[in-house]
């Protein structure tokens, strides 16, 4: 193996220790639900699901998971929940 890839490939996990250095702007995601199938994304710091919940609600279960999975990675006005 080269020893510049070696030098990317270490680089990568020592990445992938420090979430903070990532920020997600945009993300789309099918999130299988107990009942359905739902689309869950993030535009603009802003979440949108397609469930019945979050049309009256404006944040959800499926919302709210991706928030505690994806944490210091959101930008802060897609941090809603406090857990």
């Known amino acids: 193996m080269q020893s510049s890839l070696i030098g990317k490939?270490?680089?990568?996990?020592?990445?992938?220790?420090?979430p903070d250095r990532i920020s997600?702007?945009?993300l789309s995601v099918?999130?299988?639900?107990?009942?359905?199938?739902?689309?869950?994304?993030?535009?603009?710091?802003e979440w949108?699901?397609?469930?019945d919940f979050f049309v009256?609600?404006?944040?959800?279960?499926?919302?709210?998971a991706m928030e505690k999975i994806l944490g210091e990675m959101?930008?802060?006005e897609a941090r809603v929940t406090k857990f």
Not at 48 to 51: E, G, I, L, T, V
């Open 56 to 64: 009256t609600w404006g944040r959800c279960c499926h919302t709210m």
């Open 48 to 51: 949108h699901c397609n469930c």
């Open 9 to 18: 490939i270490e680089k990568a996990h020592r990445y992938a220790q420090e």
């Open 24 to 26: 997600f702007t945009e």
């Open 74 to 76: 959101l930008p802060e």
């Open 30 to 45: 099918q999130f299988r639900g107990e009942n359905d199938i739902h689309s869950t994304a993030l535009k603009n710091g």
